[in-house]
Every structure is written in C-alpha cells, then in structure tokens.
C-alpha cells in the first residue's frame, strides 16, 4: 500500500532533520572505517523518527524492508537484499545486519557502507584471514597490465571480475595479496552493486588464494 500525501511530506521535512553521524568502526580487512548501527540508530532515533525493520529470507538472498511511522500511519521506505556467500545462519544473520546500514545510508545519501564483520560473513570474506596475523604489509603488489587509451567502451562486470581474479591469482605473499584488497576495496565494491555473482567469483578467488598462500606460509615455517 501506498504511502499518503501527508505521510510523504512529514517524511521529507523528518528526513532533513536527520544528522549525518561520524565512522566510528574499523574494519580490518579494508583497514577503513565506518558508520556502526549503533551510531546508525542513535542519529535516527535523534531526529524522532519511529521505525521498525521485517526481515525478508530466500535462500540465496536475506535482507529487509524499513518501516517508518508518522502519526500513526506506518509505510515502507526502502527494502535492501544482499546475496548469501553461503546458506547458513551465520550468512544470513551477517546479510540482515549489513542491510540495515546499507538501508539507511543508502537511502539517506550517506553513500555505500563499507562492509563491517557481518557484511564480511555475508559476502563470504573469511575473518581468519587478516593482515594483522603476517606481520608488516610491505611486500610489492603486481598489478595487471593497463588496457591502453585506444580501449573503447566500458567493461562487462565479467570482465571486470576476470581482471580482478588475474591480478589476484598475480600475488606471491599474504602480504601482497592483504595490500592488493586494502587498496582496491572500491573496485570490489563497485562489482558487489553490479552483479553479486560476479562479486562472488572474485572474493571466492580472493580466499581460495589468501588460503593458499597461508598454508605455504605455515609449511616455510614448519621447515
């Protein structure tokens, strides 16, 4: 059902009340920060607004729909879905928690959250693998080779998955690979937007990788 003319204007005068609030979290993989859902919610919460969250669960997707009361009319202003890595619990509790932060910011103009942990456990980013746990990141990062400027037209996110499995599968140390992903998270999150099973080629490459290199890491230490 379709929200009313009063409703929509309350809303849009509510709405410029809400303070756009500070990062206040770190995420270790992308070494960046974000807006937590504590401070989230505390900005919401700030500005008056009522809500409510309905969890939405498929099998290969889980997220929600954000319900917004004002004088007692309730209306749904937005609905975000995230693609499971996996089909587990922990999967979709990582998809519920991340698409309220998506749900907010995104409709808000906050811009695209960076992934928190349970974004991580969501796209399938497996925590165990972090760059705290190899020491100083100060191994070269090859990088795949330039199209040159004679290259027209914009790339297929196929393509732009392949590029980024090749120059992935290119890193020769935990290190390098840790920096490759620290410094290319906007590419990774641009595919995510653009076609989740494409995204999910990627940070499927990205661990079977980081595994492998871990365990070769672990064998030269064993020597």
């Not at 202003?77 to 979709?92: E, I």
């Not at 760059?131 to 297929?156: L, M």
Request: charged share 25%; glycine share 6%.
């Amino acid at each position: 059902m379709e929200a009313s003319k009063e409703f929509k204007l309350a809303w849009r005068k509510q709405r410029d009340n809400i303070k756009v609030p500070e990062k206040d979290a770190n995420n270790p993989h992308f070494r960046s920060e974000y807006r937590s859902w504590e401070v989230t919610e505390k900005a919401l919460k700030n500005a008056g607004v009522k809500f409510h969250f309905v969890t939405v669960n498929h099998p290969d997707q889980a997220g929600v729909e954000w319900w917004v009361e004002i004088e007692g009319e309730e209306a749904c202003v937005n609905v975000t879905l995230v693609d499971k890595a996996k089909r587990d619990p922990q999967a979709s509790g990582g998809c519920f928690s991340y698409a309220m932060r998506y749900c907010v910011s995104t409709y808000l103009g906050w811009g695209i959250p960076d992934l928190d942990d349970d974004g991580n456990h969501a796209t399938g980013l497996d925590s165990s693998f972090n760059v705290e746990e190899f020491g100083e990141v100060g191994q070269p990062v090859n990088q795949a080779p330039v199209a040159d400027d004679k290259s027209t037209g914009n790339i297929t996110a196929e393509q732009q998955a392949t590029l980024l499995i090749s120059t992935i599968q290119m890193q020769a140390s935990t290190e390098a690979l840790q920096e490759y992903w620290t410094n290319n998270h906007a590419e990774f999150t641009a595919l995510m937007a653009q076609d989740a099973q494409q995204y999910e080629r990627a940070i499927q490459a990205f661990q079977t990788q980081g595994a492998q290199l871990k365990k070769e890491l672990e064998n030269e230490r064993a020597v």
